[in-house]
């Protein structure tokens, strides 16, 4: 050391110490800044925010889970249906999203257009939809603009028009 | 006031210290900061969403066969998840292929899936091979929409789902550049990446996805498949299946049945 003899510099001076003041303070607002902007679950069950799986699992539903909800209170359209070619089909395949209905029956009463569009989604014949695996019609000349539920009962296609195949 | 000169030694032994202490007392500080935040709930939710995922790896099983391109599965899906009816933007989707051989031997295929197959048209052709492909998220195993995102705002769940944290994500789109299969898209209304969830929402509450659901043909199945019984582990067990674009190394959980070469 090339201290002079008797004058010993006090530790606060050292050039060491400043420097690491300096260092302290970047890691402490480091640590902060870190603190403040990843969020708490961040990391709990990987590279996430971990309550995101919770708010995905809590989010509302449209479609109710099953026919067999709907045959509590509608057991008879059900039954019908399922005896019939339908029956491969779920009620909200065709009558739309239905837990709102079913959580306040009598505050929602939902419509089904029983027409072309509705029932040719399926049932027109088109270019890419084999005919082996649905029966297709041209809805234009087989309706002739008519409403399908004119002369077919959706839940029994047939029934209405003497329970024979056309 | 003397000048001081510091010697080599003295000033690396020193500034060593200096550094270790600044180390360790901003780490003992954040581990006490934590601990303090942190509270009883968020372990006890952790259980629960452990014991959710606890045995179930979601798979999916799409009967190309079945299929006629009705797209109810496509309504049905914007409906249930909420994506504007109006905008060209789709979770799930249906294509047709329709493919034609001429006398040469060449091999013509033309694809559509106007508005996301809501609205096919009939055409004035004769194709000599026809059909529908429903599409929909894979839930890669090896998702690269996962690896490209950054800010950690999309992830795998245990159970099998990739999903996006709505919160977190800023929208740059890097995600929907990397998904080789199309199934991501920017949502409208929210402006943060969106996709296929499987329902997540519903298939936590023991339902089934929305498509799924109102298929009127059953070509869509879904299920667990660690469970042996379940449909989709029935199916890949012993139907000819195949997934989208193999050779991508991602790993889809989405099997086709009799799914043909055309289709990528």
């Known amino acids: ?166 | 006031m003397t000048k001081e000169r510091l010697s080599r030694r003295d000033f690396l032994m020193s500034a060593a210290k200096v550094v270790a202490a600044g180390v360790v007392a901003p780490a003992g500080g954040l581990a006490a900061a934590q601990a303090v935040f942190a509270d009883g709930q968020s372990t006890s939710q952790e259980t629960a969403v452990q014991q959710m995922w606890a045995g179930k790896e979601w798979g999916f099983v799409v009967d190309t066969q079945k299929c006629i391109g009705c797209a109810r599965c496509v309504k049905a899906c914007k409906l249930e998840n909420k994506v504007p009816l109006d905008e060209e933007v789709f979770r799930t989707w249906v294509e047709r292929y329709l493919v034609f051989n001429d006398d040469s031997g060449d091999e013509e295929v033309r694809t559509d899936s106007p508005n996301g197959g809501l609205d096919f048209k009939q055409l004035d052709v004769a194709p000599d091979k026809q059909f529908f492909v429903p599409k929909l998220c894979n839930q890669c195993h090896n998702p690269p929409c996962v690896q490209v995102c950054p800010v950690g705002a999309t992830y795998r769940t245990g159970d099998g789902v990739v999903l996006v944290d709505r919160k977190r994500c800023i929208g740059c789109r890097y995600c929907i550049q990397s998904c080789p299969y199309g199934a991501r898209f920017l949502h409208p209304v929210l402006k943060v990446a969106d996709k296929c969830t499987w329902c997540y929402h519903r298939i936590s509450h023991g339902m089934q996805p929305a498509c799924v659901e109102v298929c009127p043909v059953g070509a869509r199945k879904f299920g667990n498949q660690l469970d042996p019984n379940s449909q989709v582990a029935v199916l890949k067990k012993k139907a000819r299946i195949r997934v989208l674009k193999p050779d991508m190394g991602t790993k889809p959980n989405v099997y086709y049945i009799d799914l043909d070469e055309v289709v990528e």
């Open chain 1, 1 to 166: 050391m090339e201290e002079e003899p008797g004058q010993k510099t006090r530790w606060s001076q050292k050039a060491g110490f400043r420097v690491g003041v300096v260092l302290v303070c970047v890691l402490v607002i480091f640590g902060i800044v870190r603190q403040m902007s990843v969020p708490k679950s961040f990391g709990q069950y990987g590279y996430y925010r971990g309550d995101n799986v919770e708010e995905w699992v809590s989010m509302d539903q449209t479609f109710a889970p099953g026919n067999q909800v709907c045959a509590q209170c509608h057991a008879q359209e059900v039954q019908a249906a399922a005896q019939a070619e339908h029956n491969q089909l779920d009620c909200q395949s065709c009558h739309g999203p239905m837990l709102a209905h079913v959580k306040q029956p009598n505050q929602t009463h939902p419509k089904v257009a029983g027409n072309v569009d509705l029932c040719g989604a399926c049932h027109r014949e088109m270019v890419g939809r084999s005919k082996d695996n649905i029966r297709t019609v041209q809805v234009g000349s087989h309706s002739g603009g008519l409403d399908c539920v004119r002369c077919h009962d959706p839940h029994q296609p047939y029934a209405k028009i003497g329970g024979g195949r056309q």
